[in-house]
Structures are given as structure tokens and as C-alpha cells.
């Protein structure tokens, strides 16, 4: 892994933190939405063992990827804005792999965000905040491994 940084957060500013740090590889992720980006569940290998993280909640329909062994997530993308009068949510979120693969879910409406990293580099985390009136992924960033030059 080369240098890790700290990209975003993209959304709103209340919530409940949440940071899971650096994974050694993604295997699976569930995007669970609607109205909203309900919640992430995130099947990873992290410190060498199988771990499953939920991020907010299993609500909503879900839509998800399996990546292979040598696959990772380059780029997110997606948009953010009100919802119900309460605070800023994402309501559409995107990853895509470096092998042309993506997983999407949610309506694009709002304000967008993107970030693709150049090759060579890959997600190996998220962080941001979830809702505490209404649960929804109310911001996220990621942590992304960056090749050294």
C-alpha cells in the first residue's frame, strides 16, 4: 500500500461520526436507499481477518457488488441535499473499480461530487457522518491509497 490520505468529506455536517480506517480489501458492499443513502455494509479483510461494518442501517432496497481478489474501488461519485427539511444527505452514491465495474444506487438529485484517482490508486476506506433524526449517510469521504512516486 502506498501513502494513505484523506479525501472529503462530501455532505452534510451533523451527525454521528463514523471512520473505519484502512481495510486491506474490499470483498462485497451493500448500498441500502431510497429517498436517501440509508446505509453502507461493507465485507472487507482487515488486519488479515473477514470483517462485515455496517454504516447506518439496512433499510430501503439494497443494491451490491462482489469484487475479485485483485479489484478495488477508484473513483466515488455522487450527490448530496436536504431531504424532508432536515439535513444534508447523500441521495445517489457510486464506486466504480479498475476493472470498469460499479455499483449504484439512489436518485440523482442535488448537489454532485466526484473524485477518480489516477492509476495505480484505490479506496481502502470511508468516513463521515450518519443521521441521527432521520438514519441516512448524511456525508462520506474515503481513505485512498495513493501511489508513491
Request: glycine share 14%; aromatic share 8%.
Amino acid at each position: 500500500m502506498g501513502t494513505v490520505v484523506k479525501e472529503g468529506p462530501w455532505g452534510g455536517n451533523a451527525g454521528k461520526p463514523f471512520d473505519i480506517g484502512s481495510v486491506d480489501r474490499f470483498i462485497n458492499v451493500k448500498i441500502y436507499h431510497g429517498d436517501a443513502i440509508y446505509g453502507l455494509e461493507l465485507t472487507c479483510v482487515k488486519d488479515g481477518r473477514i470483517e462485515t461494518i455496517l454504516i447506518g442501517e439496512k433499510k430501503g432496497a439494497y443494491v451490491e457488488i462482489t469484487l475479485n481478489e485483485d479489484e478495488h474501488f477508484t473513483s466515488i461519485k455522487g450527490y448530496v441535499k436536504a431531504i424532508e427539511g432536515y439535513d444534508i444527505s447523500i441521495t445517489q452514491l457510486t464506486l466504480t473499480t479498475d476493472k470498469g465495474r460499479k455499483v449504484s444506487a439512489g436518485i440523482e438529485t442535488g448537489n454532485s461530487f466526484s473524485l477518480a484517482l489516477e492509476k495505480g490508486g484505490h479506496i481502502v476506506g470511508f468516513f463521515g457522518l450518519v443521521g441521527q433524526q432521520i438514519v441516512t449517510v448524511d456525508a462520506i469521504g474515503v481513505h485512498c491509497s495513493l501511489v508513491d512516486p
